[in-house]
Every structure is written in C-alpha cells, then in structure tokens.
C-alpha cells in the first residue's frame, strides 16, 4: 500500500532537547512539507522540499531543522531554540508541478515537551 | 485580509439535512482549490479538489467555486453523524508558483446530531 508514515505517533521532549521526527512516503511524490497544528489552528508551514537535497523555509521555520537526502525521507528536527514546540505534526507529500498541488497526509507526531 | 477565510463554526446540522460550508480566498489568479476534513486527533485528509468554475460532485460531496466572487463551498447531502469533523479549505498562496504550497484556512467544525 501506498502512503505516508509518521514516527513516533507520541513524543515527549524535556527541555533543551532537540528531538527528530520521521517522516516516509512511497508514493514516489517529489515534494514533501512539514505543518504544525496547534489546538484549534490551521496548519502552519515549517519548511517544505520539492527535490531531494533541497529545502526552504516555509512560515515559522525558526527553532526547526529538516534535512532530504532521499526522495523518500524528510525528517523534521525540533531544536531546543524553539520556545513552544508543544504541538500536533504533520508531514504531507505532493507530485511535482504547478496543477498538482493535492498533498496527502500522515498519521502526524503529537510532540509534548514536558 | 487572511489569504483563506473560513468561519470556525461549529456549524451544527440534523442528520440527513444539507451542511453548506464555505470558504472565501483573496488570490484571484488561484486555480486549485481543496477541501480536507479532519477528524479529532487525526489528520488532514483530501476530500474533494476542485480546478474550474462550478460545480464537482462525488457521492453525497459537492464542492462549488465561484472564481468571481472569490469562493469556494462545499455541500454535503444527507449528512451523517459520521460526518462530523473539521473540514479545512486550501488554496495555493499568492506567488507561490509552482512550489506545490498551500494556504489552509482556520476550518469550519461540522456537528451532525442524529
């Protein structure tokens, strides 16, 4: 089955950790983002990649790191430099190319920092 | 003016009544425009997409777009409890080009009481 795995689906972090979230596709999809969700928000862009070994900033990308060195792979690294990273993750994938900008979803990391 | 306006509700419809959802954008140029519903806890998942004036239907689903007036809706027929969930519209944002990002907006909360 094609889709989108998130690990973990649970994450605690203390403070001054940096902690790494998981995220896998085989939909052989080019581009792939990561959100944030914050209760009773939208979804918020961290940072996005539409070709392996490229990335850029999405809208609140400070305190977070990302790294895509396989198409498949794009894992999300909270650092300690972000104040309030309690929050709902998710990471989403899309073909490449401006009349497909459909993005499917994974099940999310819910990160609490304790 | 927020890029994707949605009102957050809760709207709250019987079962079996039509729930009429709606979601206004600021971007005249968008050409793709997508509704997800997201369960409580869950993620985002694409519902309906919709590319041209008019109206898209899919089972007990309709999406209608409006590109004059800069709207877009989504109906829902016969609606069941089941159907009870957030549902966020999405649009590309202003120059965002062929990045393949998406605005969503706040969502709208759907309650169908049986």
């Known amino acids: 089955d094609g889709g989108i795995t998130q690990s973990p689906k649970y994450l605690f972090r203390k403070e001054g950790q940096n902690v790494t979230l998981s995220c896998e596709q085989n939909?052989?999809?080019?581009?792939m983002y990561w959100y944030r969700q914050d209760p009773g928000q939208g979804l918020r862009l961290i940072y996005y990649?539409?070709?392996?070994?490229?990335?850029q900033k999405g809208d609140i990308a400070e305190g977070y790191s990302v790294s895509r060195e396989k198409k498949e792979s794009f894992p999300l690294t909270v650092t300690s430099a972000q104040k309030n990273p309690t929050a709902f993750y998710l990471c989403?994938?899309?073909?490449?190319?401006?009349?497909?900008?459909?993005?499917?979803f994974g099940p999310g990391t819910r990160l609490t920092v304790l | 003016q927020k890029e994707v306006e949605q009102n957050s509700g809760p709207l709250s419809v019987p079962e079996g009544a039509i729930a009429s959802l709606n979601c206004t954008y600021s971007?005249?140029?968008?050409?793709?425009f997508f509704w997800y519903r997201q369960y409580s806890g869950k993620s985002p998942e694409l519902i309906m997409s919709?590319?041209?004036?008019g109206d898209k239907e899919d089972g007990r689903f309709t999406a209608q777009l409006n590109k004059a007036s800069q709207y877009v809706s989504l109906l829902i027929r016969d609606s069941q409890p089941s159907d009870s969930a957030t549902y966020l519209c999405?649009?590309?944002?202003?120059?965002?080009?062929?990045?393949?990002?998406?605005?969503f907006g706040q969502g709208t909360t759907l309650q169908v009481k049986p």
């Open positions: 939909l052989n999809h080019d581009a």
């Open positions: 990649s539409q070709i392996v070994n490229d990335f």
């Open positions: 999405a649009v590309p944002p202003v120059g965002s080009g062929n990045t393949g990002k998406l605005i």
């Open positions: 919709i590319y041209s004036n």
């Open positions: 989403a994938s899309s073909r490449q190319g401006a009349s497909y900008n459909e993005q499917f």
């Open positions: 971007d005249r140029v968008s050409q793709s």
